[in-house]
């Protein structure tokens, strides 16, 4: 029997102290014609035995900094397909630039902001090819005021780099409708910002917002928004100084097949709705959100 699936890792966290935005999970789409990953063609359906067991993780989002990078995903997987957990974003971190980029992954971090000094902006992490895409820089505001987070890469977007005072936006996510109608996941968390009239800066900025499908928002005030859970989404970086980044959105995998077949779940494997028929297609699908291991018959 022929399997279609969407397979998408944990998402990345936010950085603390306007820290970067946390890198969306990596995506593998096999549904229809939709997009895979960073925008690539949609992969091939597996072929799958019934009444044999196989293995499916389903990865948790990072958590989020305090004063440092926020950490990555873990990666999900179904059978042989396996998605890359999303980068964390970058903290302010203490000395150099490299000290705040953001950590690659299925789609990158975005790089951490900084203190009131001289260092240079840092880089937003990178994504894993045919699987996400990358995070933003850092800003480059004068040498008194406090840069700014960049965004965490999403599946359909790159994060944005931050500007000036204006903090990275996270990227947007993909849509499918592999579940019978169209939804939007991994999106990128947007970068921290700060208040900026408590430190003699000018107007208070927001922080940078969440991409579409779940992406959290950056602070400007605390504690960046954390990703959308079983969405993969990246969480938002967190306020300058007292700001913890938001966590990363856990994971899912969605399988599509024949409504002929019907699914068992095991050895902790679950799903909230549990299988579901797809109207007159002839297909069922289901969303399983937690590890264990499925069979057919």
């Known amino acids: 029997m022929s399997v279609e699936y969407l397979v998408i890792a944990g998402g990345g966290a936010g950085g603390g102290d306007t820290g970067g935005g946390g890198g969306a999970g990596g995506y593998k789409n096999s549904y229809s014609s939709?997009?895979?990953g960073?925008?690539?063609s949609s992969l091939d359906a597996l072929t799958i035995s019934p009444a044999t067991s196989y293995n499916v993780v389903v990865g948790?989002?990072?958590?989020?900094?305090?004063?440092?990078?926020g950490t990555s995903g873990n990666n999900s997987s179904f059978s042989t397909v396996e998605s890359t957990g999303g980068g964390g974003g970058g903290g302010i971190g203490t000395d150099t630039a490299s000290a705040r980029n953001g950590a690659n992954g299925g789609s990158g971090g975005g790089a951490g902001g900084r203190g009131n000094d001289s260092a240079a902006p840092a880089s937003g992490g990178t994504g894993t090819p045919l699987q996400g895409l990358a995070g933003g820089t850092s800003g480059s505001s004068p040498a008194s005021?406090?840069?700014?987070?960049g965004g965490g890469g999403g599946q359909g977007a790159a994060g944005t780099n931050a500007s000036g005072q204006t903090a990275g936006v996270g990227g947007n996510g993909l849509a499918s409708s592999i579940t019978g109608s169209s939804v939007t996941r991994a999106g990128g968390g947007g970068g921290g910002n700060t208040?900026?009239?408590?430190?003699?800066?000018?107007a208070d900025q927001p922080g940078g917002a969440g991409g579409s499908?779940?992406?959290?928002?950056?602070s400007n005030s605390g504690t960046g928004t954390a990703g959308t859970q079983y969405t993969g989404s990246g969480g938002g970086g967190g306020?300058?100084?007292?700001?913890t980044g938001g966590n990363g959105g856990k994971g899912v995998v969605i399988l599509r097949y024949p409504d002929s077949y019907s699914i068992t779940l095991s050895g902790g494997a679950a799903s909230t709705s549990g299988e579901q028929t797809d109207?007159?297609?002839?297909?069922?699908y289901i969303q399983i959100e937690s590890t264990g291991t499925v069979s057919f018959s």
């Open 34 to 36: 939709e997009s895979s």
């Open 38 to 40: 960073a925008n690539s």
């Open 60 to 69: 948790a989002g990072g958590s989020g900094g305090s004063g440092t990078n």
């Open 145 to 149: 005021c406090i840069r700014t987070g």
């Open 195 to 202: 208040r900026y009239s408590i430190y003699g800066c000018g």
């Open 213 to 218: 499908g779940g992406g959290g928002a950056g």
């Open 239 to 243: 306020q300058y100084n007292v700001g």
């Open 279 to 284: 109207g007159s297609t002839g297909y069922k």
